[in-house]
């Protein structure tokens, strides 16, 4: 079934690279949304996306940035990446900026050496 | 900004033991509560939501839960549980109006043994 899908699975970067990482809403639904989650804990909001506007931000970084394409389909880029931001990377879709709940992705595992 | 607690970070109940895993959040407007789950190996999926109206709500799974709103609560219950619901639980909280940034708890991990 065409869920959320996203991409890659997992990666492994050194200190001081670039990640970009992708991610398909179901068909239909025009908000994305990208959280974080480290081991141990719940995910933490990074940034939400609605008809291709930034609609919120969490408290990360300016290293952290996204963006949201006419397909509605969505990049997470984070620059001079730390140790610090190994963690598995959710996104999530939903049909408005605040409406239903969200329907997750598998997420990107992210490995940072 | 809104915050959410989950007093039970590890919990182990039998099969057929009743379930209640507390959840608290702290925010002064309206706002809509959530409980996900997560299966070993797979990603979080929704369990039950609460937007208004009936404060008690049932979710997939025979899981419910019941808002109180003078106690900021939203707790999960399920009146027997199965070694099939093994899974860590995150109780979310998300403030209404203009945009849906949802906060999320540090979850429970719940073990069910046959």
């Known amino acids: 079934d065409a869920g959320v899908t996203q991409s890659p699975t997992h990666l492994i970067k050194t200190r001081g690279q670039h990640v970009t990482l992708r991610c398909s809403p179901i068909?239909?639904?025009?908000?994305v949304s990208w959280y974080q989650q480290v081991l141990g804990q719940g995910p933490q909001f990074i940034f939400q996306?609605?008809?291709?506007?930034?609609?919120g931000r969490g408290n990360f970084p300016d290293r952290f940035s996204a963006r949201q394409f006419p397909n509605y389909s969505s990049e997470l880029n984070v620059n001079a990446l730390l140790l610090g931001d190994s963690a598995l990377y959710l996104c999530?879709?939903?049909?408005?900026?605040?409406?239903?709940?969200?329907?997750f992705g598998s997420g990107t595992r992210l490995t940072v050496v | 900004a809104q915050s959410v607690s989950q007093h039970n970070h590890h919990v182990i109940l039998s099969e057929a033991a009743s379930l209640e895993l507390g959840c608290n959040y702290s925010y002064g407007g309206t706002v809509n509560l959530f409980w996900y789950v997560q299966y070993p190996g797979q990603h979080l999926q929704l369990l039950l939501k609460?937007?208004?109206?009936?404060?008690l709500v049932k979710g997939i799974k025979g899981f419910e839960a019941e808002f109180i709103k003078s106690k900021f609560s939203f707790n999960l219950r399920k009146p027997s549980v199965q070694w099939s619901d093994t899974a860590e639980y995150f109780c979310a909280v998300a403030t209404t109006g203009g945009y849906q940034k949802v906060t999320f708890g540090i979850g429970t991990k719940l073990q069910v043994i046959p």
């Open positions: 068909s239909g639904h025009k908000s």
């Open positions: 609460y937007f208004s109206g009936d404060p």
């Open positions: 996306y609605y008809e291709k506007e930034e609609r």
């Open positions: 999530a879709s939903s049909l408005g900026p605040g409406e239903d709940g969200y329907t």
